[in-house]
């Protein structure tokens, strides 16, 4: 659901950034004023598991498309809403800037809609009144479903509408509405079954990361945890990226039903050119591989992409979001170090 700058018009673009930027400051202050000093190495392995984890596309059965883990709902599970915004805008922006992945002036749009319909009404509405603190439960799971299935629909729907109101594309509102809602339910259960597995297995494996926002314990170390995470992390990222699915995603999908092709042309002029060129000289790994010279004709791509591209993409994309993660976690609690000295 990542959208490129090619749907979205300046004004759009500036809106949304702003938007982010003010629920960026807000979630920063929140998580400041607790005391979870915890989270700031679990942002950070957290951060990195969910940007491994979106470089898997998963086919969607009988549809053509396939779908990847957004993770906002994972995020605000473990770490709480505020934390989970802060991570999802790290992996998003590592995404945009060093592997052309999203489009810079969308680069708001692509925070808010996949990081605040996750965090703020999906898992504080649904997941939570449903879930009560239960996991690997029928109660747990089906609230992952429900609160996953209501995030990606919030958020497809909110592409639909920043494109329609944008108004530089020839996309119809109730056209490209029809197919992205339906195609977005089915990458929503995949979503919610992930959600539920992964919430599972850490509440299993070390139960107190569950509540580690909202009581920081000292009393066991969470080491093993942080240690498994980043285990998985290169396992996917390194190995299990290989084996994505080259099927659209969704947004593609519905692109290509439309238009008959998966990305349009964005305009060669004004602001949608010069942020491509930044996109084009920050991008170190454009589309997750190596930068290389552009072949002649359109090749198929290849399946599994068994290469060590796809392999140092993911490993230096999930530590390069780590860093991020843990860099605002220490700057937050820096901040708030800062603040209770002043007022002492």
Not at 53 to 71: C, K, R, W, Y
Not at 215 to 234: D, E, K, N, Q
Not at 320 to 334: H, K, Q
Request: glycine share 12%; net charge neutral.
């Amino acid at each position: 659901m990542h959208m490129a700058d090619a749907l979205i018009s300046p004004t759009m673009g500036g809106t949304l950034w702003a938007a982010s930027a003010g629920l960026i400051a807000y979630c920063a202050r929140k998580v400041r004023a607790s005391a979870a000093e915890h989270l700031t190495p679990l942002m950070g392995v957290l951060g990195a598991f969910i940007f491994a984890s979106q470089m898997i596309n998963v086919a969607i059965p009988g549809t053509g498309s396939s779908g990847h883990l957004s993770g906002g709902l994972i995020l605000a599970i473990l770490l709480g809403p505020y934390a989970a915004f802060l991570v999802i805008a790290s992996v998003l922006v590592v995404q945009a800037l060093f592997f052309a992945d999203g489009g810079l002036l969308a680069l708001g749009c692509n925070i808010f809609n996949m990081g605040f319909f996750a965090a703020f009404v999906a898992y504080p509405l649904i997941y939570r009144p449903l879930a009560r603190d239960e996991y690997n439960t029928p109660r747990a799971w089906g609230a992952s479903l429900l609160a996953a299935i209501v995030a990606l629909q919030l958020g497809a729907f909110g592409v639909v509408l920043e494109t329609t109101m944008s108004g530089i594309t020839d996309l119809a509102f109730s056209s490209f509405a029809l197919l992205m809602q339906p195609i977005h339910l089915g990458i929503g259960l995949v979503e919610g079954l992930a959600t539920a597995a992964v919430v599972a297995f850490v509440g299993n494996a070390r139960p107190e990361v569950l509540s580690v926002r909202l009581a920081p314990t000292r009393s066991r170390s969470l080491r093993p945890v942080y240690i498994g995470l980043i285990a998985v992390t290169v396992l996917i990222g390194g190995v299990a990226s290989w084996f994505a699915s080259t099927r659209p995603d969704g947004l593609e999908w519905s692109l290509e039903k439309i238009t008959g092709e998966t990305e349009l042309a964005a305009p060669a002029e004004g602001a949608h050119d010069r942020l491509a060129a930044i996109q084009e000289r920050s991008a170190i790994m454009p589309d997750y591989d190596f930068k290389s010279a552009p072949a002649e004709g359109e090749e198929s791509p290849n399946w599994p992409a068994v290469g060590a591209g796809t392999s140092v993409s993911g490993i230096v994309g999930g530590a390069m979001t780590m860093g991020i993660a843990i860099l605002i976690g220490l700057a937050v609690r820096m901040g708030a170090r800062s603040r209770e000295r002043t007022v002492g």
